[in-house]
């Protein structure tokens, strides 16, 4: 018989601003089903488990690594020596380094594609056992600080989760998860999108790419990423002339066929639809 739900808020009783909450998690027998108002990012530091989410059922030991979104319902059964670091966020905390990250194939399976398939129960990410020895030492730093709650752990914090998040999908293995092919080949089309989305991209060569039909494409992208795949690479190809309309004097026709786009009056179109102003509105306010 099933504990009864828990749902966990991410609180932090010293900096109510600050959302994010690290701890290593040594489970001898079994966790209760629970939910959280946050996002979980779960490294399995040692032992086996049932990783139970909703009605299905998967196997884990130790090196593998995925992300729960929050409010999914999930918990372990048949605990062995299972050892679980546990770090809540929310999305938002990653944007600040996305534009750095999203070009990577580990960053789109474990943090965007992964999360989405949670029905699933999919783990996205297998490290070998060198590689967990290597990134504990950054998991204890992080606790230390989180519990120390010295002056500016916040930004001290930020920082090393920033660090953490990089270092992980450094040592991402698409086939070295047990994640399904179509969900390491849409990875590896968005991160050939996020690398080339200034050069022409049609919807037949992304949907080659990953192995299915457009119409395929168009549903699975869909549910991941919640709009269509030309739609994404345009928001691409809009925040790249957003950086060059706040960062440079480039006459605004310029930087429409830097950006991509062979018609000015489009790109001006597309911008205001995404942006919700007009290029010239836009730089005028950012450099006010």
Do not use: W
Request: proline share 5%; glycine share 6%; net charge positive.
């Amino acid at each position: 018989m099933r504990n009864k739900l828990i749902s966990y808020p991410l609180k932090d009783g010293h900096h109510p601003h600050f959302h994010f909450t690290i701890g290593k998690t040594r489970v001898a027998k079994e966790f209760h089903d629970h939910t959280h108002s946050y996002s979980e990012l779960v490294i399995t530091l040692g032992g086996t488990a049932a990783h139970r989410i909703n009605d299905n059922v998967h196997m884990i030991k130790a090196g593998d690594v995925f992300v729960m979104q929050g409010t999914v319902s999930h918990g372990f059964t048949d605990c062995r020596d299972l050892v679980l670091c546990n770090i809540g966020y929310y999305p938002a905390m990653l944007a600040p380094i996305e534009h750095y990250v999203r070009r990577s194939p580990g960053y789109q399976a474990v943090f965007l594609i992964g999360p989405a398939q949670h029905e699933h129960a999919i783990c996205t990410m297998k490290l070998p056992l060198p590689d967990i020895r290597e990134l504990e030492p950054m998991i204890d730093r992080m606790i230390a600080e989180y519990l120390a709650k010295k002056i500016g752990y916040e930004a001290v914090l930020t920082g090393m989760f920033h660090g953490f998040v990089v270092e992980l999908i450094r040592r991402y293995t698409p086939h070295a998860t047990d994640a399904p092919e179509s969900i390491l080949k849409l990875a590896a089309m968005i991160s050939h999108m996020e690398a080339h989305f200034l050069e022409p991209l049609r919807l037949h060569e992304l949907a080659r790419m990953a192995g299915l039909s457009e119409r395929q494409l168009l549903r699975v992208f869909r549910a991941n990423y919640h709009t269509t795949p030309i739609d994404y690479m345009l928001r691409l190809r809009i925040m790249h002339a957003s950086r060059l309309l706040r960062d440079t004097d480039t006459p605004i026709a310029d930087i429409a066929f830097a950006s991509g786009f062979s018609d000015s009056n489009y790109f001006t179109r597309q911008f205001k639809r995404i942006i919700g102003q007009t290029p010239s509105a836009y730089r005028t306010f950012v450099i006010r």
